[in-house]
């Protein structure tokens, strides 16, 4: 797989915060092939060990986060409107005209 259709894979997953699985599985898949260990923990953090051959080689950690912001619906819309809030850290000023994907259908909203 190229960097750009990881990139593009990965931008296309639902991962709002609390609910990453999509992306933990790109992630897993992705990973395995250069590290010597993977783990999930209880948290579901994704943790890869790669072993330097060598001596006193320095220690790197890459950190990455997994969850995107996104919404949860708090209103059915009787009216034919749905009201969200949001889940994590967004700016609602950025969120007139712009498109959604609704559920794990991506569904365009």
């Given at each position: 797989?190229?960097?750009?259709?990881?990139?593009?894979k990965l931008?296309?997953?639902c991962a709002v915060s609390g609910d990453e699985g999509e992306v933990r599985r790109i992630v897993l898949e992705e990973i395995r092939p250069y590290a010597d260990e993977?783990?999930?923990?209880?948290?579901?953090?994704?943790?890869?060990?790669?072993?330097g051959k060598g001596e006193n080689l320095p220690r790197v950690m890459v950190a990455a986060h997994m969850d995107e912001v996104g919404f949860m619906l708090i209103d059915g819309g009787k009216d034919g409107l749905f009201r969200f809030g949001l889940v994590g850290g967004i700016d609602p000023r950025y969120l007139p005209g712009k498109s959604v994907w609704v559920g794990r259908k991506h569904t365009p909203g």
């Open positions: 797989m190229t960097d750009l259709n990881l990139l593009e931008c296309n997953a993977v783990t999930v923990d209880a948290m579901g953090n994704v943790l890869a060990v790669r072993r």
